[in-house]
């Protein structure tokens, strides 16, 4: 047993103290955003009421507060992800926008009719959508590499996908729908071995794990401010500075340019040359104070307790008969997808909620992975560091309960 201070941390979140429908929250759709510590709150409210202005544009004292405050977050995460310079760090709305920023700039510039992108049958919609759009426009060609029935990557397939025409890997580092968390080091090193570069959608690994992007040596990663403890709206892409200074920009506009005339346009330096217009700049600042929130606590301690959280959860799940658990990978991350015989995910969902429980209930954003194991749907309860075992103990009664009301 880890010495989690798991009561300090649920004190540091005022929503779990909310009731829904006379019960107390068991909040556990962390997988499609979690809740904000009240230090990410604060630091959102501090900066609207003290060192509000835009950024990188004015002289006067509030705009270089404000500037400082943005530019200070983006050295948090440099840090928190150990990337080499501020300049790979890119602020975008999120996972889905950085995966699109790719596919518009290296992939209309470095990706050609005929040429391959190699992602998995476990991707998110946002890591197959923007490349289909890609391969669309280009000619290229989609390949997906398949997973088994405990919804891990077939890693010699994969490699047999790789091949002269691959000019981009895109792969989830951990799945939303089945948590799996994919061998990544072995695909990049893989994909390396062949001057291939690779994209790690991070959206939902971030949360649970430290990831190193030197160690990974991916050339870019995706992730998301809300699942990370911060605020909606704001994303990173990290990119490595030489791909990132050869890309063009994703969008015109004010901030992203050194100089304009009518007859043409010299792009501003990185970071800057990917940041079109006014940032989001109070959800960056917001998205540091998550960092510097998590760093306290240390990633490695958080996957630790969450996996204590996992194996109890599956453990208590394997006992329900009539439960099948989606999503058996030896390396998972803290999400339980399930469905019940004869009782629809949307019912379990329901019912769950008339007892306090948040789950998500659907396909997910991942319409191929139910495809694959043909199911319409599925239930997944999805833990955060702030979870506990007697939330999940009121969970499983909850699906006892519902399974002798409706099985
Ligand atoms: N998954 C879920 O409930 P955005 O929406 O841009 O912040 O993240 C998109 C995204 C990309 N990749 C993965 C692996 C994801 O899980 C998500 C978001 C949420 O599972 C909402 S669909």
Redesign the pocket.
């Known amino acids: 047993m880890t010495t989690f201070p798991i009561e300090k941390i649920r004190e540091d979140f005022p929503i779990l103290k909310e009731t829904i429908r006379n019960k107390p929250l068991v909040y556990l759709?962390n997988?499609?955003?979690c809740q904000k510590p009240q230090v990410v709150i604060d630091s959102i409210s501090h900066l609207y009421s003290h060192d509000y202005a835009n950024v990188h544009r004015g002289v006067h004292t509030l705009s270089v507060k404000a500037t400082d405050r943005y530019e200070g977050a983006r050295e948090k995460v440099r840090a928190f992800i150990n990337a080499s310079s501020t300049k790979e760090i890119i602020f975008v709305?999120?996972?889905?926008?950085?995966?699109n920023l790719i596919a518009q700039t290296f992939g209309k510039t470095q990706i050609n009719k005929g040429d391959e992108i190699l992602i998995t049958s476990m991707?998110?919609?946002?890591?197959i959508v923007p490349w289909q759009m890609l391969c669309e426009e280009t000619g290229a060609v989609l390949k997906v590499a398949p997973i088994n029935l405990q919804g891990e990557l077939i890693f010699k397939e994969f490699e047999k996908l790789i091949n002269d025409k691959t000019k981009l890997v895109s792969v989830?580092?951990?799945?939303?729908?089945l948590g799996t968390v994919n061998p990544v080091k072995k695909i990049i090193a893989i994909a390396k071995s062949k001057n291939i570069p690779v994209l790690l959608?991070?959206?939902?690994?971030i949360p649970h794990m430290s990831v190193d992007v030197q160690e990974l040596n991916c050339d870019f990663y995706?992730?998301?401010?809300?699942?990370l403890y911060g605020p909606?709206g704001i994303?990173v892409l990290y990119g490595k500075q030489a791909l990132l200074e050869a890309m063009p920009p994703y969008q015109g506009g004010g901030d992203m340019i050194r100089k304009v005339t009518f007859d043409e346009t010299e792009y501003n330096n990185l970071p800057y040359k990917f940041e079109a217009g006014t940032p989001s700049i109070a959800d960056v600042v917001g998205l540091g104070s998550a960092i510097d929130y998590l760093s306290e606590i240390g990633m490695d301690k958080i996957a630790a307790y969450e996996a204590e959280l996992l194996d109890y959860a599956t453990e208590k799940a394997k006992s329900i008969k009539g439960l099948k658990i989606i999503g058996e990978a030896k390396d998972k991350g803290a999400i339980l997808s399930f469905v019940l015989d004869k009782i629809h995910p949307h019912d379990i969902g329901t019912m769950l909620d008339s007892l306090g429980i948040a789950i998500?209930a659907?396909h997910?954003?991942?319409m191929p992975v139910m495809d694959f194991f043909e199911v319409p749907a599925t239930a997944?309860a999805?833990f955060a560091m702030y979870n506990t075992k007697q939330e999940i103990d009121v969970l499983i009664d909850g699906i006892e309960q519902l399974i002798e009301v409706f099985g």
């Open positions: 759709d997988a499609a955003t709305k999120g996972t889905t926008e950085a995966v991707e998110h919609h946002s890591n989830v580092h951990m799945s939303n729908a959608d991070g959206a939902q690994a995706a992730f998301s401010g809300h699942k909606s994303g998500r659907g997910h954003c991942a997944r999805s």
